[in-house]
């Protein structure tokens, strides 16, 4: 297998930063595998022809189960809205593909389980695009608590923050329980959950509790075209409709190792444009990443004599052999987001020709993992009542 034919389904933000990690990794990786740009699909004929043309895809369509069952595809990369995640990693695994899918892995538990067990069965591997983890400051976080340098992880605190979700965006997929299954928990909170099971190497074990809040309840309607061809919400400018998902959400929780964590999700976090991150708070040290400073990783080494005991600013950055920094420009000539991507796309190349990850890819059973948490938070949050995760299967 010395090149694979990719098809990417969607064509909306994720598929700019997708077509852009596949377009980029030829000049700054060398993977023992490439991927070739080959179908991308849209629902508007020309809208998909000027995307390819732009993002140097060879094909558009507007047939996305003829792109999933072409027989030159090897890949299926999935990045269309929540809604058509099962049913395109569904029928792309029973074509015998490979299938990338963007996060979360479903709208439900239910999808998510329907796709793992398709998943089990099928000859393609399958990947879960959560592209924090491959920041090298989030790997470079992963790294040090796998060497024991924070001991034991007592305390987690995870938030991702977001203040786009004004009264003036209107009903769009993203609010609608049909189109997205959630709404900041889905969105947010799987990032961070998925970030948090990754760098502690812990799964979450419990929800003590939960809250969850939708804000702006009724959303002027949408009057142009569609995402995801959700058509609830579509109308004329005067007209409203229910917001079906929730604005924030937060809960407690039990780690495995026995720490407790908190996790903040929010689309009206006034102030946070794209703020997600952690602190871990270990017996001999601890460790802090935010997004906004995304090349830097806070580490605090308390075994040092207390006189001289300090937060550290590692700068994640090339020479100091932080995970993917070295493919990338010199000294502090620093990444930003579309890098996590190009990343995850050069991991995932490695996977598919036989070599290890550079630190280990979500597949669909991992982020099944993840979908778990948020559907037991969400139980926590409805019914008001402490959750072990292990009452979702
Ligand atoms: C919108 O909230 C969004 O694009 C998410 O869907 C992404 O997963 C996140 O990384 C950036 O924000």
Known sequence: ?????????????????????????????KPPVSAAMHTVFGRDAAGVQAFAKTWGWRHASTDWKAAVADPAIDLVDVVTPNNMHAEVSLAALKAGKHVACEKPIARTIEEARL?????????????????????????????????????????????????????????????????SGAG????????IIDMVRFVTGEEITEIAGAIAETFIKERKLV????????????????????????????????????????????????????RNGFEINGSKGALKFDFERMNE??????????????????????????????????????????????NQAYDILRVLGGQEPVVPIPDFEDAYQTQRVLEAAIISAVERRPVSVSEVR
């Open 1 to 29: 297998m010395g090149e694979i034919n990719v098809a990417m389904i969607g064509q909306g933000f994720m598929g700019r930063t997708h077509s852009n990690a596949w377009s980029q990794l030829p000049r700054f990786f």
């Open 184 to 191: 900041s928990h889905g969105d947010l909170n799987a990032h």
């Open 297 to 342: 990783l806070q580490f605090y080494d308390a075994t040092r004599p207390r006189a001289v005991q300090g937060w550290t600013t590692i700068m994640c950055t090339h020479g100091g052999d932080h995970p993917y920094a070295e493919n990338w420009w010199p000294d502090a000539h620093v990444l930003g987001y579309e890098h996590g991507f190009t």
């Open 223 to 274: 009057t142009g075209p569609t995402a995801g061809g959700i058509a609830a919400g579509v109308g004329g400018a005067d007209k409203t409709g229910p917001v079906t998902v929730d604005d924030a959400v937060l809960f407690l929780a039990r780690t495995s190792g026995g720490g407790v964590a908190s996790f903040e999700a929010a689309r009206q976090a006034t102030g946070n444009q794209n």
């Open 115 to 179: 796709m793992v067990a398709a998943a089990r069965e099928a000859k393609g591997k399958t990947f879960i695009w959560y592209n924090y983890r491959r920041c090298p400051a989030v790997a470079t976080a992963y790294k040090l608590v796998q060497s024991g340098a924070i001991g034991t992880v007592r305390h987690v605190r995870a938030f991702y923050l977001q203040d786009w979700a004004d009264e003036t965006i209107p009903l769009i997929w993203r609010f609608q329980k049909e189109g």
